[in-house]
């Protein structure tokens, strides 16, 4: 049984700080291209970043550009999303996405993900106070 679990979310201020972890059991880590998600009250999910199995390539969407970091550590068996700058705006559940897939484009941020990405987990909230 697969599952993928995300953890970090929590209240945090206006400019803070906040480091998301991702695990995922039931597939073997290193196999798996990784990716964040959100979705705000009232909006469509986006998708924030996704990386490739080794890390290697990494892509992020417009609302994460320079301002989150994604990375992974295949040892730990563990995908990170560091967001700094945090704003009001960020304020969402935030996902974490797993797929079983050596190579990685682009279209992994594609519109919602339920196409590109098989695994998902439940999700970790996210809120920033102003």
């Known amino acids: 049984q697969v599952q993928v679990a995300e953890s970090g979310g929590r209240l945090v201020q206006a400019g803070g700080s906040l480091k998301l972890s991702c695990t995922v059991s039931?597939?073997?880590?290193?196999?798996?291209?990784m990716g964040w998600f959100r979705q705000a009250p009232g909006k469509q999910r986006e998708a924030m970043a996704c990386?490739?199995?080794?890390?290697?390539?990494?892509f992020y969407g417009e609302s994460a550009k320079g301002r989150f970091t994604m990375s992974r550590d295949n040892a730990l068996n563990t995908a990170f999303l560091q967001m700094n700058d945090l704003n009001p705006e960020d304020t969402a559940m935030y996902y974490c996405?797993?797929?079983?897939?050596?190579?990685?484009?682009?279209?992994?941020?594609?519109?919602?993900?339920?196409?590109?990405?098989?695994?998902w987990g439940q999700g970790t909230r996210v809120t920033v106070s102003s």
């Open positions: 990386i490739s199995w080794n890390g290697g390539k990494k």
């Open positions: 996405v797993a797929e079983e897939r050596v190579s990685l484009s682009s279209e992994c941020l594609t519109g919602d993900g339920a196409e590109y990405w098989d695994h």
């Open positions: 039931g597939l073997t880590f290193a196999d798996l291209a």
